[in-house]
């Protein structure tokens, strides 16, 4: 697996407290958050004894790392209130072992995701456009397992190598925002609200890691927000920017 990542500023909010034992409010389906507690936990030796209150405003199963992100936030969080809270290596060890993409949500800037998203590689890429954010409301995702079964079904596995070099070839020549439109699309996942971005002015449209939100990148707001506007009966919709850390 090669991938990039970005960082956009759309997020969830984690307050985390002391408390006499672990807790987890706000989003009773959470489970990554309640495991990063637990394993940070075990990793220092001591009891998990922290509440956090999830605010969710990431829409869920949608492919934008939601959960991760969350993790990453808790694992933070609670790693400050530690005395002898684990050195950054050794938390993004920590991290890989609770998601694939949790070690990234540690990091500041894009990065480019290896082997099975944990090996990262910042990357200089621009951050000044904008994003129109699009989550169908006629799409229903399978599991990311079953994406990524289907992707090695129809035999997309082979020839990594050379999709995995012209991405790189791709990001070397990334100068400008528009240059972002010559990255090679998403092996995993496709959808018609791509084209229909690019339509409304998008330099660059896909989906979302196995989606089933899709993103529309354009130079100026207000282009990003009349093509959000004209694209909303699709299903939610957001328009953001990029961020560096969240």
């Given at each position: 697996?090669?991938?990039v990542?970005?960082?956009?500023?759309?997020?969830?909010?984690?307050?985390?407290r002391?408390?006499p034992?672990?807790?987890?409010r706000?989003?009773?389906?959470d489970?990554?958050?309640?495991?990063?507690?637990?394993?940070?936990?075990?990793?220092?030796?001591?009891d998990?004894?922290w509440?956090?209150?999830i605010?969710?405003?990431?829409?869920?199963?949608?492919?934008?790392g939601?959960?991760?992100?969350?993790?990453a936030?808790?694992?933070r969080?609670?790693?400050?209130?530690?005395?002898?809270?684990?050195?950054?290596?050794?938390?993004h060890r920590?991290?890989?072992?609770?998601?694939?993409?949790v070690?990234?949500?540690l990091?500041?800037?894009p990065?480019l995701?290896?082997?099975?998203?944990?090996?990262?590689?910042?990357?200089?890429l621009?951050q000044d456009?904008w994003?129109v954010?699009v989550?169908?409301?006629?799409a229903?995702?399978?599991?990311?397992?079953?994406?990524?079964q289907?992707?090695?079904?129809?035999?997309?596995?082979?020839?990594?190598?050379?999709?995995?070099?012209?991405?790189?070839?791709?990001?070397?020549?990334?100068r400008?925002?528009?240059?972002?439109?010559?990255l090679?699309?998403?092996?995993?996942?496709?959808?018609?609200?791509?084209?229909?971005?690019?339509e409304?002015?998008?330099?660059?449209?896909?989906v979302?890691?196995?989606?089933?939100?899709v993103?529309?990148?354009f130079?100026?707001?207000?282009?990003?927000?009349?093509?959000?506007?004209?694209?909303?009966?699709?299903?939610r919709?957001?328009?953001?920017v990029?961020?560096?850390?969240g």
């Open positions: 697996m090669t991938t990542l970005q960082r956009i500023d759309i997020s969830d909010r984690i307050d985390l002391p408390s034992g672990l807790e987890v706000g989003f009773d389906a489970t990554i958050v309640a495991a990063a507690l637990r394993a940070l936990a075990e990793a220092v030796s001591v998990p004894n509440a956090a209150a605010d969710k405003r990431i829409p869920v199963a949608a492919g934008l939601g959960g991760s992100s969350d993790a936030t808790a694992l969080l609670a790693a400050a209130t530690l005395e002898h809270a684990p050195e950054p290596p050794a938390l920590l991290a890989a072992t609770i998601g694939a993409d070690p990234f949500f990091e500041q800037g990065q995701g290896e082997d099975d998203g944990t090996r990262l590689t910042p990357l200089d621009p456009y994003i954010v989550l169908p409301s006629d229903r995702k399978p599991s990311t397992g079953a994406v990524y289907a992707f090695d079904e129809r035999a997309a596995a082979r020839g990594h190598d050379e999709r995995r070099r012209r991405l790189l070839a791709a990001l070397d020549g990334v400008r925002p528009r240059d972002l439109a010559a090679p699309p998403n092996d995993l996942a496709s959808s018609p609200v791509s084209s229909e971005l690019l409304l002015g998008a330099f660059r449209a896909d979302s890691g196995a989606g089933p939100a993103y529309g990148l130079l100026h707001e207000r282009d990003a927000r009349a093509a959000k506007r004209r694209i909303r009966r699709r299903g919709t957001w328009v953001t990029p961020c560096w850390y």
